[in-house]
């Protein structure tokens, strides 16, 4: 009888000890092979050096152009403070759209009280001035629940 029992435990504890072990999910996949790192070769490098001192040639040109523009009408250059940075990003044509927000219903005979537009729960607004944006303290979903006092 005892062999038996022993038996059985050491299967059970084998079993344990197995499933234990962390399964690999990725066993079965192929591994993927990364692409090698492009070398330029000297002609390669030499081109690509060559270009990068003609745009820097044709940048300093325009700044001097523009610096003797600035000067030839007897006005001094333009002076801008060593300490900021300035760069020449293109400025957005059309203006930033704003988002437009929903506006709240009032509640029937319970004044300073509107229904949300987003659950349609009841929300206290008293003492708040008509087309507040305020945020529904109510809203559980992505982002912030925000809506217009009507």
Known sequence: MNSHLL?????LGCILLASCHPYNENQDKKPVKQPEPKTLTAAEQKKAKEERDSMKQK??????E??????????PPETTPSTSTTTDLPKPTTPEKKPEYKFASKVPGKEGFVFSPYNNKVVDVRDIPSGTL???PTYTGE????????
Request: charged share 20%; hydrophobic share 35%.
């Open 66 to 75: 523009g610096q003797d523009l600035a000067g030839a009408g007897g006005m």
């Open 59 to 64: 940048e300093a040109a325009k700044k001097t």
């Open 143 to 150: 982002g912030k629940g925000y809506f217009r006092v009507p």
């Open 134 to 136: 305020v945020q529904d």
């Open 7 to 11: 038996t059985g435990f050491t299967a």
